[in-house]
């Protein structure tokens, strides 16, 4: 979302983080805006039984939006699922920028929709729809998602935008494409238990929808990305 010459504008800190670091603590008071340059994040709620991921970050997509937010506080952790450089920058400093640059604040608007779109289509889902529906749905957003990225050139290991995930989204030759992600990681993007995960994935498998290959998920796009799939969960 932001420029080279943004991030200059703003007095961005580049800052490096492990993985499993986390970068803010849901309910902390927003002082920050984010830009990843390289790596992974989840954005994430605990439960008690288990954690929610609200969705995953990927390199030249931003989180910590809610700073612009009158009282701005978390609306979820944030934790680093790889080795991870991220662009740092100030609220106070974000909103003067947005102030100077109508274009630039449009976008940011726009971004906003989008997630708000995704979370409520998302929210519905969970409620609504039955475990199946609910990974299909779920694996063809990131599907469409990272692929695009990857042939769009953004994830490749020549380029400082690399990304963990869409390196692993191999393609086979009658089009399918291994989902990576574990039944672990599809459990806490839902909401669900694993073991719901584990067994809906062996129904859609024998039902075609999936296809199941030495422990390994793989999907065939076969319908077109929800709202917004252009920005990240």
């Known amino acids: 979302m932001l420029s080279a010459e943004h991030l200059a ?3 961005a800190r580049l800052r490096r983080y492990p993985a499993k670091h986390t970068i803010y603590w849901e309910g902390e008071p927003g002082s920050f805006f984010y830009q990843l340059q390289a790596g992974a994040v989840r954005l994430y709620s605990c439960g ?6 609200h969705s995953l970050v990927f390199p030249g997509e931003t989180f910590g939006e809610t700073v612009i937010g009158t009282n701005p506080v978390a609306l979820s952790s944030a934790e680093t699922l790889t080795d991870t450089v991220v662009w740092v ?3 106070a400093e974000l909103l003067e920028l947005l102030r100077q640059h109508p274009a630039l604040h449009a976008k940011f608007t726009r971004r906003m929709v989008d997630l708000l779109s995704f979370h409520t289509h998302m929210r519905s889902n969970t409620t609504l729809l039955p475990a199946a529906e609910q990974i299909l749905q779920l694996v063809n957003y990131y599907a469409h998602k990272m692929l695009a990225r990857r042939n769009e ?10 990304c963990s995930f869409c390196e692993r989204l191999s393609e086979s030759a009658d089009g399918y494409l291994c989902v990576p992600f574990t039944r672990q990681q599809i ?4 909401g669900l238990r ?4 584990m067994r809906t994935v062996k129904e859609l498998d024998a039902a075609g929808r999936l296809r199941l290959h030495e422990h390994k998920l793989y999907y065939r796009l076969s319908q077109p990305a929800l709202a917004g799939s252009d920005s990240p969960a």
């Open 48 to 53: 008690q039984r288990q954690d929610f991921i």
């Open 187 to 190: 459990a806490d993007m839902l």
């Open 194 to 197: 694993v073991e719901t995960v």
């Open 9 to 11: 504008a703003a007095h």
């Open 153 to 162: 050139g953004s994830c490749q290991p020549d380029t400082a935008q690399q």
């Open 89 to 91: 920058v100030q609220r």
